[in-house]
């Protein structure tokens, strides 16, 4: 009896052993193509849907990892945190880029951006995320019927603005706005293909341009080539104006993925600190994936970046301080 015993915990050892591994493969694989793929800075739509991924994959195989270790399983440990320590070299430039040198004794302009989900209609979620963040300037993306029929009472404080007409989509009707506590001038003539709202804000600094911009889904929702388009439209934006520019609202991409060096190569903005995430806002924020951003001029220096208060939409918003840099 005891022998028949023993005989089974033998042929039941190779098995469990067999699929631990074929576990720990697939679990430690799976981050490892996110890691190669970002750093690969490959393009296609495959390896770069991969990338997007990177920051909440870094922060699951470090816990893989430190797992693996308490159960003594030490070489898959080992091969865990190797591949976090690749996911880590993929994330930093997302996480820390340049921040600039701020000039000394240069005023601060906070600017807010947010996309608020076309079918948000929790008006007051969102006034009290506007009040906390007390910003000289707001970006607002996909503003829907509900918010905007209170827009009044949304941008109080904020008497100058800029919105676009009414768009009709599946996802929900939708606005894009910058409003402001000065004065703002609109920047006409946006070339096609490009959602987006732009003016000439006065500001602390003196006269600095913003760019609200929503670019599309990435594939397998859309074209591979639109959000490759619509930056192109940005660059004819960016390169038509004088002076300092900001350029903030929903991209769709992190900043080290495809999009985000066709940003910095093209358009030569750089983009604030993308941790925590700002998508989905169902997650902690240190789970989430950062696609909303602020980008600024090589010009400006930025002096700080923080998550604002949750508006009732899937994203966060950010808030972000930024200065003259020094020349």
């Given at each position: 009896?005891?022998?028949?015993?023993?005989?089974?915990?033998?042929?039941?050892?190779?098995?469990?052993?067999?699929?631990?591994?074929?576990?720990?493969?697939?679990?430690?694989?799976?981050?490892?193509?996110?890691?190669?793929?970002?750093?690969?800075?490959?393009?296609?739509?495959?390896?770069?849907?991969?990338?997007?991924?990177?920051?909440?994959?870094?922060?699951?195989?470090?816990?893989?990892?430190?797992?693996?270790?308490?159960?003594?399983?030490?070489?898959?440990?080992?091969?865990?945190?190797?591949?976090?320590?690749?996911?880590?070299?993929?994330?930093?430039?997302?996480?820390?880029?340049?921040?600039?040198?701020?000039?000394?004794?240069?005023?601060?302009?906070?600017?807010?951006?947010?996309?608020?989900?076309?079918?948000?209609?929790?008006?007051?979620?969102?006034?009290?995320?506007?009040?906390?963040?007390?910003?000289?300037?707001?970006?607002?993306?996909e503003l829907g019927d509900a918010p905007a029929?209170?827009?009044?009472?949304?941008?109080?404080?904020?008497?100058?603005?800029?919105?676009?007409?009414?768009?009709?989509?599946?996802?929900?009707?939708?606005?894009?706005?910058?409003?402001?506590?000065?004065?703002?001038?609109?920047?006409?003539?946006?070339?096609?293909?490009?959602?987006?709202?732009?003016?000439?804000?006065?500001?602390?600094?003196?006269?600095?341009?913003?760019?609200g911009v929503h670019l599309t889904r990435p594939?397998?929702?859309?074209?591979?080539?639109?959000?490759?388009?619509?930056?192109?439209?940005?660059?004819?934006?960016?390169?038509?104006?004088?002076?300092?520019?900001?350029?903030?609202?929903?991209?769709?991409?992190?900043?080290?993925?495809?999009?985000?060096?066709?940003?910095?190569?093209?358009?030569?903005?750089?983009?604030?600190?993308?941790?925590?995430?700002?998508?989905?806002?169902?997650?902690?924020?240190?789970?989430?994936?950062?696609?909303?951003?602020?980008?600024?001029?090589?010009?400006?220096?930025?002096?700080?970046?923080?998550?604002?208060?949750?508006?009732?939409?899937?994203?966060?918003?950010?808030?972000?301080?930024?200065?003259?840099?020094?020349?």
């Amino acid at each position: 009896m005891t022998t028949g015993v023993h005989h089974q915990d033998k042929d039941r050892s190779p098995i469990a052993s067999r699929l631990f591994r074929l576990a720990a493969l697939a679990l430690v694989g799976a981050p490892l193509a996110i890691g190669v793929s970002a750093l690969s800075g490959f393009g296609h739509r495959g390896p770069d849907l991969l990338a997007q991924f990177t920051a909440p994959a870094l922060l699951a195989t470090a816990a893989l990892a430190a797992v693996l270790l308490l159960v003594r399983r030490v070489r898959w440990a080992l091969a865990a945190a190797a591949v976090a320590g690749l996911l880590l070299l993929a994330a930093w430039p997302q996480w820390l880029p340049p921040t600039g040198e701020a000039t000394p004794g240069t005023p601060r302009l906070r600017l807010y951006s947010a996309n608020l989900w076309a079918r948000n209609d929790d008006t007051a979620a969102i006034v009290a995320s506007i009040r906390e963040a007390d910003a000289d300037i707001l970006v607002l993306i996909e503003l829907g019927d509900a918010p905007a029929a209170r827009i009044d009472t949304l941008l109080e404080g904020y008497p100058y603005r800029v919105v676009t007409p009414r768009i009709d989509r599946p996802s929900g009707a939708a606005r894009s706005v910058i409003a402001s506590r000065r004065p703002l001038e609109v920047i006409p003539d946006r070339p096609d293909g490009l959602h987006a709202v732009a003016a000439l804000a006065q500001t602390p600094l003196g006269p600095v341009n913003v760019v609200g911009v929503h670019l599309t889904r990435p594939w397998p929702f859309q074209e591979q080539w639109g959000q490759i388009s619509e930056t192109m439209a940005l660059a004819e934006i960016r390169h038509s104006l004088e002076g300092p520019v900001i350029v903030a609202g929903d991209f769709n991409s992190v900043s080290s993925a495809r999009i985000g060096r066709q940003v910095r190569k093209d358009v030569g903005l750089v983009p604030a600190p993308g941790f925590p995430g700002t998508w989905p806002a169902a997650l902690p924020a240190a789970l989430g994936v950062t696609i909303d951003h602020v980008w600024r001029s090589p010009d400006l220096a930025l002096t700080g970046r923080r998550l604002g208060r949750p508006t009732g939409s899937d994203h966060r918003p950010v808030v972000v301080e930024l200065t003259r840099a020094v020349p």
